[in-house]
């Protein structure tokens, strides 16, 4: 039965992780010159996924949002970089999505595809691992961070995070509390 489901309900036709994993492999792979619905075709295959009406709808609105604020103006840009960060006698494992360096300074961004129904709830959530992501990059690297992002893939919005000194050291009493 099908009344009363939202046109987002119906199309969800690609199980949201897995809809994740696609566009993280598509805002790593894409660079100028490449078609994009042809990379995104041959991403979608290599999940063993058809790439149809479907599924191009459903993954059109996460293209183009991404397309909106590609760039390759940077002198380096990193994608999917893994870190392992000691915090006390642990390692903590992350992978910061993008990392743009620009005359020495960085940006870093956080790519998220969750359906933003409450965007305030969703920047309060993932706001301390941005900040974990540069407070990692801080420690292990010689840049200058200048901005953190998350970048709603959904919406096409892009929201700065706070990465101020006492905000990042905040954020990292939290996590050795935590740990």
């Known amino acids: ?79 999917e970089k893994e870190f392992y960060l000691l915090v006390e006698d642990s390692y903590i494992y992350g992978i910061i999505d993008r990392i743009n360096i620009k005359n020495g300074k960085a940006e870093v961004w ?10 305030e709830q969703l920047i309060k959530m993932y706001s301390p691992q941005l900040q974990l992501y540069v407070n990692a990059l801080k420690r292990i690297s ?11 893939l959904e919406t096409g919005d892009m929201v700065e995070i706070d990465i101020r000194k006492e905000s990042l050291e905040k954020n990292f009493q939290d996590i050795k509390e935590f740990i």
């Open 1 to 79: 039965d099908l009344e009363g489901r939202t046109s987002n309900e119906l199309s969800n036709i690609i199980e949201p992780s897995t809809r994740g994993n696609i566009i993280h492999k598509f805002c790593q792979h894409y660079k100028f010159g490449i078609e994009p619905f042809e990379l995104m075709e041959s991403i979608v295959n290599s999940f063993g996924i058809e790439y149809n009406n479907k599924t191009k709808s459903e993954l059109d609105i996460y293209m183009e949002n991404y397309l909106k604020y590609h760039r390759e103006d940077y002198d380096k840009i990193y994608s």
């Open 142 to 152: 010689n840049f200058e961070i200048d901005r953190a992002a998350i970048l709603f």
């Open 110 to 119: 956080d790519f998220k595809t969750n359906r933003v129904n409450n965007k």
